[in-house]
T-cell receptor
Framework: DTAVSQTPKYLVTQMGNDKSIKCEQN?????MYWYKQDSKKFLKIMFS???????INETVPNRFSPKSPDKAHLNLHINSLELGDSAVYFC???????????????FGPGTRLTVL | DQQVKQNSPSLSVQEGRISILNCDYT??????FLWYKKYPAEGPTFLIS?????DKNEDGRFTVFLNKSAKHLSLHIVPSQPGDSAVYFC????????FGTGTRLTVIP
């Protein structure tokens, strides 16, 4: 039973295309996240989302947009893909933060995106 | 501007010995610190955490030490086992997790 799953695991596409990465969690968590791990291995938050608010890292281009059809899913849509978007993207989930305290985040296996 | 630094990209330790992984940070607003472990082709998994009101937290073979004045924390694994071979990320919290670049630990049998 995979707690946080992502599809596809690998994605190779041409510049300019639009693509989506799906994420599902079966932990009953209220908050989901997208992270990007670039070629230098930096793992950076892109979005955090629960049913009340979407928090966007201001450095994320607006070509990236999260879509949440329900509490268990947070998909990542990327428009007009660029070479620099090549990275590994991780989805994660956690319980709603209580009093601002960090809650353990559970990560998916990652999606390696390659833009040619 | 990287707020979290793990200056040792790799570390090799003999099985049974102690592994010490270090992490330095610059943001004094961080008040909760997590360590994640990552195997190849998998997502990071939570390992251990420490609140800023403590200077030590222990969980089995894993102990995390926090020196707030020095903005430094370390993860001790003792005794190290081959299955501990992975990349370890330090991840302080302030509204979000801020990950370091990781240290690849190799435990030699």
């Amino acid at each position: 039973d995979t707690a946080v799953s992502q599809t596809p695991k690998y994605l190779v596409t041409q510049m300019g295309n639009d693509k989506s990465i799906k994420c599902e969690q079966n932990l009953g968590h209220d908050t989901m996240y997208w992270y990007k791990q670039d070629s230098k291995k930096f793992l950076k938050i892109m979005f955090s989302y629960n049913n009340k608010e979407l928090i966007i890292n201001e450095t994320v281009p607006n070509r990236f947009s999260p879509k949440s059809p329900d509490k268990a899913h947070l998909n990542l849509h990327i428009n007009s893909l660029e070479l620099g978007d090549s990275a590994v993207y991780f989805c994660a989930s956690s319980q709603v933060r209580v009093g601002g305290r960090a809650d353990t985040q559970y990560f998916g296996p990652g999606t390696r995106l390659t833009v040619l | 501007d990287q707020q979290v630094k793990q200056n040792s990209p790799s570390l090799s330790v003999q099985e049974g010995r102690i592994s010490i992984l270090n992490c330095d940070y610059t943001n004094s607003m961080f008040d909760y610190f997590l360590w994640y472990k990552k195997y190849p082709a998998e997502g990071p998994t939570f390992l251990i955490s420490i609140s800023s009101i403590k200077d030590k937290n222990e969980d089995g073979r894993f102990t995390v030490f926090l020196n707030k004045s020095a903005k430094h924390l370390s993860l001790h694994i003792v005794p190290s086992q081959p299955g501990d071979s992975a990349v370890y990320f330090c991840a302080p919290w302030e509204d979000n997790l801020f990950f370091g670049t990781g240290t690849r630990l190799t435990v030699i049998p």
